[in-house]
């Protein structure tokens, strides 16, 4: 874990990312990396110079069968308030709109609800899980679907519900986050959404998998190079 907190507070670091006094809401999936966010931000909050507050909320998507008792637990174990914010957006999606692509509609409203359930909580920053692979997955997703060179930021202030949003696990790969839940033993529940696995997003993801035989190191200097040219960080 030691590794995962290092490269966390790193990027906290370089993009400023939390001032003291912050009320972070951790947006939380129940998926492997938001968990393992909120455990490592959870543990951060204790020694980190500047002092601020979590609380997680999870925007249930309206899947059947989900269990989220498990988090909510897991939020008791680790000090954390828990709040499960009920929603429409499966039968939205998938039984009124009848989406082809889904994820986007999807995303937009999770955000809405996300962040407008921040900031009734008093909340002034909302955290994401998106990780290192995340980024460079997004920067080909906007490349070759929108013919723009374009990523995320890893710090975005929101004007119209004035939350700010971070990205606090970008300096972070996902084979490290599997391993850190793996042994956590995070109470990780499987995506049930029927788009899992089937998206634009995973096409990317073999795609930037298979640049390894061209290259070992592709996937990092991507990296280093959306950091530098879009995120204007310098070495
Ligand atoms: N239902 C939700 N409720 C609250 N936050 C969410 C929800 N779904 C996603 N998020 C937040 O948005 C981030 C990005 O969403 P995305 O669907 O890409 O997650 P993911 O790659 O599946 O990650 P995870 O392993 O955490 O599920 C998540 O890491 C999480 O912080």
Known sequence: MQYIFSRVRKAIEDFNMIEDRDKIAVGVSAGKDSLTMLYTLSFMRRFYPKKFDVVAITVDMGFEGMDFLPIKEFCDKIDVEFHLVPSQIKQIVFDIRKEENPCSLCANLRRGILNSTAKSLGCNKVALGHHLDDVVETFFLSLFYEGRIYCF???????????????????????????????????VITNPCPANGKTNRQKMKEFVKSLKQFHPATKDLVFNAIKRNIWGLKD
């Open 153 to 187: 930021s890893p710090k975005t202030y929101l004007d119209r519900t004035q939350v700010t949003v971070i990205r606090p696990m970008i300096y972070v790969k996902e084979h490290d986050l599997r391993s850190a839940a793996k042994k956590l033993e995070l109470p």
